[in-house]
């Protein structure tokens, strides 16, 4: 006979199981959505590329595919605006993510959001100088260690000579002191 505690457990391990299940089916059932979003072939014709340009809520003039062979299809090739570098005082749809209702978003949307990379920031010193000041200051502790190690520079408090023990010497005594 199986302990009323453990049935419980069991019957709580089950129904996390189901429920679990149940999610996943949720959720892969009601992501239909992304089909529409989904890119087509590359688009060789021009009424093929105006379609592909109405699919994207893009002008005509303002579509230009990926380039072939990059296996993005009739993806439209955006330039790499980030969040940040964005008017933050026009009136968008969605003001957190500086972004409106169907617009077409670059195909590293993800990894140009307003708390990740900003392609459009330009730093106030360049990475080979970055690197120069880093191994500067490295080196200078190195060179000022291996000064201090030479000359026997001590910077910390002096210590007395150790005290061993040995015939004839008294360091300490367990008497009272009157």
Known sequence: MVPKLARVALRLNNNNFLN?????LITSRSCGW?????PGPYPKTKEEREAA???YNLIPEDYE????????GDY???PMVGQDARDPHEDFDFHYRRRNFG????KDYDAITSDRHDPNSKMRYTYGSMFCQFLSWVLGFCMIAQVSNYFELRIEQTMKPKQWPGPGKVHYTFEPDV
């Open 34 to 38: 992304t089909r529409d979003w989904k």
């Open 103 to 106: 617009e077409t978003l670059h």
């Open 20 to 24: 679990a299940t149940k999610t996943i």
């Open 53 to 55: 340009a109405k699919k």
């Open 65 to 72: 595919p990926l380039p072939e062979g990059t296996g993005w």
């Open 76 to 78: 439209p090739d955006l």
